[in-house]
């Protein structure tokens, strides 16, 4: 158990993307939030700093995605033409950071380990399979949905940062035993490597 006196800096991240594939899509829009989180008194003491970067993709199949991508996400082109990632400072989060959380973390993971290797090191939430929503009484985990059940708000833009930030409200909702989301989340064991888990993917086949 942690030290009465310890404090995690967490990161809750979330990705705008050309399409689902990591392979042939892009990253077009991150979101981060840095936050300071007693886990002993299961205390959110203060958001330390947020970050929102827009990025232009490159490849062929990534620009030829954009179309059907932009129906979810809304970004249009022209607001991420000559647009690029700021690496150093999102490399320097990822230094920062104690555990990463993200809504179906799975996916943003994917995108985020392609772009920047040294992030699969990371100790990787997921709030939505980390946390159990349906013993909860919740019959779905999308955020949208939980957002409204939970009196946080009626929209959701799908804008990274946006996304990020309703999120952080969520996570500090109480359980029925009076813990945080972000309590229950962290009380699972985090996400296997992902390196590791691609490996056991191909060498068992995915169900």
Aim: charged fraction near 25%; include cysteine.
């Amino acid at each position: 158990m942690a030290g009465k006196n310890e404090i995690l800096t967490g990161m809750l991240l979330d990705v705008e993307t050309t399409g689902l594939s990591p392979k042939q899509d892009e990253m077009i829009e991150i979101g981060l939030l840095l936050f300071s989180y007693n886990p002993y008194a299961d205390e959110f003491i203060e958001v330390e700093e947020t970050h929102s970067y827009l990025r232009e993709p490159q490849s062929s199949t990534a620009l030829a995605n954009y179309k059907n991508a932009y129906r979810v996400h809304g970004i249009p082109f022209e607001d991420v033409q000559g647009q690029a990632f700021q690496d150093e400072r999102v490399q320097e989060a990822f230094s920062r950071c104690d555990f990463v959380i993200a809504h179906n973390a799975s996916f943003d993971r994917s995108f985020i380990c392609t772009m920047y290797p040294e992030a699969a090191q990371l100790k990787w939430h997921c709030s939505v399979r980390h946390i159990p929503w349906k013993e909860y009484g919740f019959y779905s985990s999308k955020l949208l949905y939980l957002i409204e059940k939970h009196g946080l708000g009626n929209a959701q833009t799908h804008r990274a940062l946006d996304d990020v930030r309703q999120l952080y409200a969520l996570l500090q909702c109480k359980n029925e035993e009076g813990d945080s989301y972000l309590r229950t989340a962290l009380s699972r064991r985090p996400m296997s490597p992902y390196g590791e888990s691609r490996t056991r993917s191909r060498r068992f086949g995915s169900r």
